[in-house]
């Protein structure tokens, strides 16, 4: 494979992901990009029918999926807005928003704009927002880097300036734009798993002045709506992007060093809606659109489809939102409702229970260092103890059903409704 020089600058500083503040959630699932924390202190219960520990609620200007960040003093939610006058919005692009809440007490900071990109859709079936509004935004705490589904990447900064803007193309994404950006070293990485793999790439934007510093071509990516996820092994970077199309495909998972561009290791799997999950010494991905899921030992070189992958799952129904490993355990929510606990070493199925009242499966689950699984969103969430025990903890509802999911930050966890940005804490 081709070797790249992979975003090498020098002489601007700016915070990254790995020097964030342990109590930061700068990007999607968090500092990790994995759905775990460090805190310890979250609240169980919150939400109705008293508003138990719900610290405050502000309202949303437009709607949306992706997930809120947290950093510092401020809460960051990107959403889709149409005005009343739009009467079809198949005809219309919204407005694309970027709002700025007051950690303390949930006031609006500001609200900006970002020009909409050239793609118009009209297939509505990725939920609140149209799908115009379903990645994360992510920070380094200079500024915001937000994507939305008409095919546009801009930056903002902290007063609400847009600094630059640049649109995607080509733009034959599947549906809408899923994948969130995520920062590596002074860049935003940002995953374009197309339709036609010819197109597909990991596209590396300079964060200071949105120049494309490489793109690295991606020719075994089918389409994808997955987000990629930077692990450390053996001391060393890797970017893990499941990007198959709907199905498995040679090459559906894929490890490509995010300093050089090389790609560093694949293999036979599948991944398109749900991105993967590291831990236990394992890479976990499965497509989220039903299929197969494998286990991979992340150490190998070339195609590992005969040599790393430790075990199979054949069938696991729709499941949009991403797994997560904790401790030796895999646990995967999947439609309808339905958690699995899997022995990390074999996959030998430790549990399955349904969680009857959750309003979303497409929201990712938190794990804090209490040993609380969070299925959360602002409609009906579960708290679930970790182990090989099912056991619920709380079930929680603050009444706005949504698919976005958590953040955390500084014993509270913050969630994006329909129509409200919620933040919960221990009162």
């Known amino acids: 494979m081709r070797s790249f020089s992979f975003c090498m600058f020098v002489g601007v500083t700016l915070f990254v992901v790995s020097e964030m503040r342990a109590e930061d959630w700068p990007q999607f699932r968090g500092p990790t990009g994995l759905g775990s924390t460090s805190q310890t202190t979250l609240p169980v219960t919150w939400g109705a029918p008293d508003d138990t520990n719900v610290v405050w609620k502000s309202p949303l200007i437009g709607e949306g999926h992706a997930s809120p960040i947290v950093i510092g003093d401020r809460v960051f939610v990107c959403t889709a807005y149409w005005p009343d006058a739009a009467a079809d919005r198949k005809q219309v692009i919204p407005e694309h928003h970027v709002l700025c809440y007051s950690v ?3 006031k609006p900071m500001w609200d900006a704009k970002v020009e909409p990109g050239p793609w118009r859709r009209d297939d509505f079936r990725s939920g609140p927002g149209g799908g115009y509004a379903a ?3 992510a920070t380094d705490g200079t500024r915001v880097y937000a994507v939305f589904g008409s095919s546009v990447i801009a930056a903002v900064d902290f007063n609400g300036n847009v600094v630059w803007r640049k649109e995607i193309k080509p733009h034959n994404f599947d549906v809408t734009v899923g ?3 995520i920062l590596f070293e002074g860049c935003v990485l940002m995953l374009c798993a197309m339709t036609n793999k010819k197109d597909s790439k ?17 020719p ?3 389409f994808a709506h997955s987000t990629p996820v930077k692990i450390e092994v053996a001391g060393k970077p890797q970017l893990i992007i499941a990007a198959s199309s709907s199905g498995e495909a040679d090459g559906g998972i894929q490890s490509v060093d995010p300093r050089s561009g090389d790609i560093l290791w694949w293999c036979r799997g599948g991944g398109e809606a749900a991105s993967p999950a590291f831990g236990a010494g394992i890479v976990y991905c499965d497509s989220g659109r039903g299929g197969p899921g494998v286990a991979i030992d992340p150490t190998g070189t070339g195609d590992v489809t005969k040599t790393h992958i430790k075990w199979r799952i054949n069938t696991i129904p729709e499941a949009i939102g991403s797994p997560t490993i904790i401790g030796n355990r895999v646990y995967r929510l999947h439609t ?3 958690l699995k606990c899997w022995n990390a070493e074999t996959g030998e199925q430790v549990y399955a229970q349904r969680l009857d009242k959750l309003t979303s499966s497409w929201a990712s689950p938190i794990a804090d260092a209490a040993g609380h699984l969070y299925f959360a969103s602002a409609g009906v969430s579960y708290v679930i103890q970790t182990g090989d025990e099912f056991k619920v903890l709380a079930i929680n509802d603050l009444g706005d059903p949504n698919h976005a999911s958590a953040a955390v930050a500084n014993g509270k ?8 940005v919620f933040c919960v804490g221990a009162k």
């Open 104 to 106: 303390a007490d949930g």
């Open 202 to 218: 990991l596209i590396a934007y300079d964060c200071v002045d949105g120049s494309i510093r490489r793109e690295i071509p991606l």
């Open 220 to 222: 075994l990516a089918g």
């Open 135 to 137: 990645p994360t935004p």
């Open 413 to 420: 966890m913050f969630l994006v409704g329909t129509h409200h």
């Open 179 to 181: 994948s969130s950006p």
């Open 336 to 338: 309808p409702n339905i």
